[in-house]
C-alpha cells in the first residue's frame, strides 16, 4: 500500500502523526472548493461496535423466526475479528473472499461458512485458477462494501457453517438471497434505527470536533450540505447527540432518502416535511423552505442545482461507501470526492509497528535475492527457474516460497482470516484499488481535516511507474 504526500500554500505543517493524515490520489486545492458535502453513515457519525451485533440479532431472529431456519442458528453472535470491507460473497460457490486490484483471489483468504479452504481446495473451487473473470464478478459476487456489511458478512458465513455442520442440502444463491433479505429487514421494519434512536449514545461515538469543524468550513467561505440515504428522524437523533439540537443550521441544505447512486442519475423532485418535521408535505419545495433549512426527502442533483444555485461551483462529497457515495459525483457530475474509512487508522498503526517493518525489511531482502536470481522485475531478464547457481545460493522456488510466507505473515497482522483491507500479496486489493481510482482524498475521519489550514493545496507524490519508466 502506497500513501501520498501533501503540499501546503502556508507554512503551518501537516500532522506528523500519520493515522491522522489526509492522504491524496489527485490535486485538490481545499481554498478553490465552493460548496462541500458530506453523507451521514460513518462520514459525519462513527458507529460501536453495538452497531453491528444489533444489525446480525436482528437478522439472524428473523431467519430463524420469519423463515424458520434452524433453532441451532440462534446460538450464533457476531464476531467482529471475522471478516473485513471489501470482500466479496459468491452466490455461485458459497464462498467469502478478497480479490486484489487485478481480480486475483488472494491466497489463504477463502472461506467456506467459517471454514478457511485451502489451495488445492481454492483452486478446484475456480477452475485451477485464482483468477476470477469479470463475468463471474458481475454475475455471482456481490461486495460488502460499507462497515454495515461486515454483519452480513459474518452472518452468511454462519448460515453456510450450519448448513455444512447439520449436512442439510443447500443453494448458497438462496441463502444469500435470506440473509439480505434479513439485513433489509434489520435496517427498515426491523427496528434498528428505532433501537438506535432510543440509546445514541451506546452506538454513537462522541465527537467533540465535529461541530467545531463544520463551523471553520463554513466560516472560511463554504456553502455546506447533508445528502444521506437515511431518513430524518435517524439523523436527527444522532446529529442533536453530536452537534446539539440547531445542527441543521450547520448546512446550507440537508438531504434525506436520497437513494444514491441514483440521485445523481435522475430528475426526481424533492418533497420537504413540515415545520414540525412530522410528514412530507405534498406540494413543491420552495425557496423558503430551502433557505429556512427545511429537511428535504427523495430528489436529485438536477433539482439541487435549481433550488441552491449552485450550478458552476466548485463541488467536494465525503462519504464512506466508494460505489453508493462517490462513484456517481465523481463519474457524473465532475466533484471531487473524498472517502472516510474509519480502518485507516488501525491499517496505519500496524504498518508502522516494530513486527510488520521487520517483516517488511526481511520481504525486501527476498525481493532483491529473487531479481539477482534471475527473476524479472523493472529491466527485463530471464526467467527464474528451481535449478541452484551454487550449493549456497537458494532456487528462485526456495526463495518464492519464503516469500509468500512473508505475505502470509504480514496479512494476519492485519487480520487474521483476510489481511489488510487496502493490500493484497504487495498489491492493491479490489477495495483499495477502488479508492485510489474513485477518491481524490481519503482519512480516518474528518476532523483530521482540521490539522490543514483551509487553504491547503493537496498534491499526490506518485510512487508508481510503469516497470520502463525509470531513469538509470
Not at 453513515?41 to 431467519?63: G, P, R
Request: hydrophobic share 35%; net charge positive; proline share 4%.
Amino acid at each position: 500500500m502506497s500513501f501520498s504526500t501533501t503540499t501546503t500554500t502556508t507554512t503551518r505543517k501537516p500532522p506528523r502523526e500519520r493515522t491522522k493524515a489526509v492522504f491524496s490520489n489527485a490535486e485538490v486545492r481545499l481554498g478553490n472548493l465552493d460548496v462541500v458535502g458530506f453523507d451521514y453513515d460513518f462520514t459525519l457519525v462513527s458507529y460501536t461496535h453495538a452497531v453491528q451485533n444489533l444489525v446480525y440479532e436482528k437478522a439472524k431472529n428473523f431467519l430463524c423466526n420469519e423463515l424458520s431456519y434452524p433453532a441451532e442458528l440462534s446460538a450464533s453472535k457476531f464476531d467482529s475479528s471475522f471478516c473485513i470491507r471489501g470482500l466479496v460473497f459468491d452466490r455461485k460457490n458459497g464462498t467469502l473472499l478478497k480479490l486484489s486490484s487485478r481480480q486475483m483471489i488472494t491466497p489463504g483468504s477463502v472461506f467456506k461458512g467459517r471454514k478457511r479452504l485451502r489451495h488445492p481446495e481454492v483452486l478446484a473451487t475456480y477452475n485451477q485458477s485464482l483468477h476470477m473473470s469479470q463475468r463471474h464478478i458481475k454475475s455471482y459476487c456481490r461486495p460488502l462494501e460499507d462497515q454495515f456489511s461486515l454483519a452480513q458478512g459474518c452472518l452468511i458465513s454462519d448460515v453456510i457453517q450450519l448448513a455444512e455442520d447439520l449436512n442439510i442440502n443447500y443453494d448458497p444463491y438462496w441463502l444469500h438471497a435470506d440473509v439480505l433479505r434479513a439485513i433489509n429487514f434489520a435496517h427498515g421494519a426491523g427496528g434498528m434505527h428505532a433501537e438506535i434512536i432510543k440509546d445514541v449514545a451506546k452506538y454513537i461515538h462522541p465527537s467533540p470536533k465535529l461541530p467545531i469543524f463544520l463551523q471553520r468550513q463554513a466560516e472560511a467561505g463554504q456553502k455546506l450540505f447533508l445528502l444521506t440515504n437515511s431518513p430524518f428522524n435517524f439523523v436527527n437523533a444522532g446529529m442533536n447527540f453530536l452537534c446539539g439540537n440547531e445542527w441543521m443550521k450547520m448546512f446550507d441544505i440537508c438531504m434525506f432518502e436520497a437513494s444514491k447512486p441514483s440521485f445523481f442519475r435522475s430528475k426526481k423532485k424533492f418533497r420537504s416535511l413540515d415545520s414540525s418535521n412530522q410528514f412530507s408535505k405534498w406540494g413543491v419545495v420552495s425557496d423558503y423552505e430551502v433557505s429556512n433549512h427545511r429537511p428535504l426527502v427523495g430528489g436529485s442533483v438536477s433539482e439541487m442545482m435549481r433550488l441552491t444555485g449552485w450550478q458552476g461551483k466548485q463541488f467536494m462529497y465525503w462519504g464512506d461507501h466508494v460505489f453508493a457515495d462517490l462513484a456517481e459525483p465523481s463519474r457524473e457530475s465532475g466533484w471531487a470526492t473524498g472517502a472516510i474509512v474509519r480502518e485507516l487508522h488501525d491499517e496505519i498503526k500496524t504498518l508502522n509497528s516494530d513486527e510488520y517493518l521487520q517483516l517488511a525489511s526481511v520481504g525486501k531482502e527476498i525481493e532483491v535475492e529473487m531479481l539477482s536470481c534471475g527473476g524479472s522485475g523493472g529491466g527485463g531478464g530471464g526467467g527464474g527457474g528451481g535449478e541452484r547457481r551454487s550449493n549456497e545460493s537458494p532456487t528462485f522456488d526456495d526463495l518464492e516460497k519464503r516469500r509468500n510466507a512473508n505475505f502470509k505473515s504480514k496479512s494476519m497482522l492485519f487480520n487474521p482470516n483476510f489481511g489488510s483491507i487496502f493490500s493484497s500479496r504487495g498489491q492493491s486489493s479490489s477495495f483499495g484499488g477502488n479508492v485510489l481510482r474513485v477518491t481524490d482524498l481519503y482519512t480516518s475521519k474528518l476532523e483530521n481535516l482540521m490539522d490543514y489550514p483551509t487553504d491547503h493545496r493537496f498534491f499526490p507524490k506518485r510512487l508508481e511507474h510503469m516497470p520502463h519508466d525509470v531513469v538509470g
